[in-house]
């Protein structure tokens, strides 16, 4: 089971950090992303990172402003968002997979039920 946490009403240009805590098995050894999905539109990939943390990956509309991390012992993973802009305002998902395309939902096999993040101008 996966639990998503930290959202909430923030600033444009301010700041975020999700949660997303894993219980009932180890996820030290899946690979594990955030995804994101706004009203009327489809989820879309935000970030994810390899199950060992040597590889990290974004979409181009966060990069530079958004970190993915994870702390294996605690069985968490977190999602560090700064200069947030409206655009970012979305339900958030964290999910866990075993390989395959991180970019692509279609790789995951679990997902948590989502924390709403809204960005205001």
């Known amino acids: 089971q996966l639990q998503a946490s930290g959202g909430g009403l923030v600033q444009a240009g301010g700041s975020l950090r999700l949660s997303c805590a894993a219980s009932?098995?180890?996820?030290?050894?899946?690979?594990m992303g955030w995804f994101r999905q706004a009203p009327g539109k489809e989820r879309e990939f935000v970030a994810a990172?390899?199950?060992?943390?040597?590889?990290?990956y974004y979409a181009d509309s966060v990069k530079g402003r958004f970190t993915i991390s994870r702390e294996s012992a605690e069985n968490t993973m977190y999602l560090q968002m700064l200069n947030l802009k409206p655009e970012d305002t979305a339900v958030y998902y964290c999910a866990c997979a075993r390989g395959g395309v991180l970019r692509s939902p279609s790789s995951y096999l679990y997902w948590g039920q989502g924390t709403l993040v809204t960005v205001s101008s």
């Open positions: 990172i390899t199950w060992s943390g040597a590889s990290t």
């Open positions: 009932g098995r180890t996820f030290s050894r899946y690979d």
